[in-house]
């Protein structure tokens, strides 16, 4: 069974910085792109980042460009969102997502982890 | 960037089919896929590359694509089915950067009268 779990979410003031991880099982990470979702408090969902399987490739969203950085480790099976200059429009529970090529929908979601900015 | 648009709410009454729209320009032309999410849960996947759906969605569950609009179609509609619905694309930008990026629609709240 496929599983994603988020960490390290939770409260920090603006300009702050703040590390996501995402343990994953049940599948062959390596094999996998991974993508980082937000979803604002009562909002919509919002496309963060996208990382390929082997860090071929990487995207950011216009919003956390220059502030958030993803990373992975594929021998930890791990997925990794650093974010930095935090604002409190980046206040969000945040997702990371399992992505299947070419046309890349999200097959697997974890539960999220809440990140709230705010001094 | 490419823009997706959904209306804000439908409502069905039990029993009756729910059609929730995607507008995008020559959409037709993309791959759709739909999220639905339950409050308090993270959102699961319906319907895939316009047409398909993962093992474990109803066949209630239909997606079709054409012209300028997407549509996800719900049958025999059920109180369980009260959820938001997005609908999202894979988008590549056609400028210097060649950078992709996913888009999602605004969302649907699909009310069960």
């Known amino acids: 069974e496929v599983q994603l779990v988020e960490s390290g979410g939770g409260l920090v003031k603006p300009g702050g910085s703040l590390r996501l991880s995402c343990a994953a099982s049940?599948?062959?990470?390596?094999?996998?792109?991974m993508i980082w979702v937000r979803q604002a408090p009562g909002k919509g969902l919002e496309w963060v980042s996208f990382i390929s399987s082997r860090n071929s490739y990487i995207y950011y969203a216009d919003s956390v460009k220059g502030r958030f950085t993803v990373s992975r480790d594929n021998a930890e099976n791990s997925l990794y969102l650093q974010m930095n200059s935090l604002r409190a429009e980046d206040t969000a529970v945040y997702y990371c997502a399992r992505g299947v090529p070419a046309n890349y929908y999200f097959d697997s979601w974890g539960r999220g982890t809440l990140v709230t900015v705010s001094s | 960037s490419y823009v997706l648009t959904q209306p804000p709410s439908v409502s069905v009454a039990p029993g009756q089919t729910a059609r929730m729209t995607c507008e995008g320009n020559n959409i037709g032309s993309r791959s759709v896929h739909w999220y639905q999410q339950k409050p308090g849960q993270a959102p699961v996947l319906v319907v895939y590359e316009d047409i398909n759906r993962p093992s474990g969605i109803p066949d209630r569950f239909s997606g079709s694509n054409s012209g300028n609009t997407a549509t996800l179609t719900i049958s025999r509609v059920e109180a369980g089915d009260e959820a938001d619905y997005y609908c999202q694309i894979w988008d590549q930008m056609w400028d210097s950067s060649g950078d992709h990026r996913g888009v999602f629609g605004g969302g649907t709240k699909l009310t069960v009268l």
């Open positions: 049940g599948f062959s990470f390596s094999s996998y792109s």
